[in-house]
Structures are given as C-alpha cells and as structure tokens.
C-alpha cells in the first residue's frame, strides 16, 4: 500500500466486520501496518488488569523483544502505553534508557523501533510496536498512515470490548432469566401441595435450601424434576421482531 492510503473509520469497521474475535482484529491490524512499513516485527500489546500481553504479532522478532521489557517493566513499548506518547528508538547502540533492553534488543539485530500509542489513558491502553534491523529505520517513512491506523485502532478495540462485554451480559442475564424460571416453577408446585400464597412457599424453598447447603435454583430444579421425571423448561433470550 502507498503511503497516500488513508485508514479511516470505514476501513477499521470493515475490518472489524470481517473478524470473529477481537484477536483476528488486531492481528488483520497488525498486518496491515506491516503491510505500511516492513519491519522485522510489529506487535500489539495491550494493557488489561494493570498487566501488559502481546496480543498478536507479525514475525517472530516482536514477541521477545516485548517479553523482556514486561520482564523489567520498562521500555519503550510501556512508554508508549503509559503516556500516550509517541516512541521512537532511532539506533539501540546509543540509547540510554530503559537499562539493559537497547542491548538486548542490539543482540537480537533491531536496531530502532517505533511505538505508536493505543486507546491512551484508558483501562484497555496498548501500543503498537515496530521493530526494524537497521538504526533510523523509520526516519524516512512517512508516518501519517500508520498514526492514522494506531488512532482508528482505538475506536475499534472499544467497539469490540463493549461487543465482549455486551455479550457476557447477555450470558448473565439468560442465567439470571433461566434461574427465575425454576424458581416460578418450584414455587406454583409448593403452593399447590400446601395450599399457601408465594411468600410462604417461597420462604419454605429457602428454609430447605439452607439447610441442604445448596443454591436454590439447584434446589428447585431436584424438584420439578423429581415431579415431572424431567428438568424443568427454561426461557431464552428471543431477538427482537
């Protein structure tokens, strides 16, 4: 691709359509900054639980480079992600930060770096990490297209958490909706069999759960099913009409 192609919102939305996990869609965005600077690695680390991770990667030169600043919790990977800065290594051999990581790195023939922040000051902070062999591998690209991918990123990693998220309680609640559903049950066999109102029976229900040791729900299923030789029958989540 040519520097001139601009990665805009549609870009990052078709992308993020064509994924089935929010893994796939850093890895297709991975590629496609390599696809904008070839580089011997590029790799994604997002922060999540006050714990970075490589989230995906592009060639195997990004993932031990980023492992060994995790290792000493510093690097500029993890400036990147902390500050919501823009860093670039332009040769490992003079650099004097980070302790031993520009050596390291030196070792393992990247010689500069470029890392791009991701979703800054928010609880999913990432960056975008390039590694490249020769020293100022980056000073004669044109950047703008890779910034305008780390910023679109952004958008798209809170898209697809707030999907996962919405996703997870929709699990709740068909949990939740499936526990009240035995539960009404239970309670309309209770109050048949002792002829009492729903507060009664309900607090029956409990006063057993209790003393089994067990959830209620658990408790109210033994019970239909040992009435009906069957477990009792859930609702499910319906999409709208």
Known sequence: MSADDTY??????QLLLQTDSLEDFLQGLAETAMELAHCEGIGITIERDGRPVTV???????PKLDEKQYGQDDGPCLQSLRTGEEITVRDMLAESR???????AAACGIRSSLSLPIAAHTHTAGALNLYAAPPAAF???????????ADQATGGIALALR???AQEFAGQLQNAMQSRSVIDQALGVVMGQNRCTAEEAFKILRSASQHRNIKLRDLCTELITSLTGRPPATPGLRPRP
């Open 98 to 104: 980070w302790g031993d990581y520009p050596a390291y």
């Open 163 to 165: 999907l996962a998220d």
């Open 139 to 149: 000073e004669g690209t044109d950047l703008a297209p890779l910034r305008s991918l």
């Open 8 to 13: 805009d919102g549609n870009h990052i939305t």
């Open 56 to 62: 995906v990667s592009v060639r195997s030169a990004a």
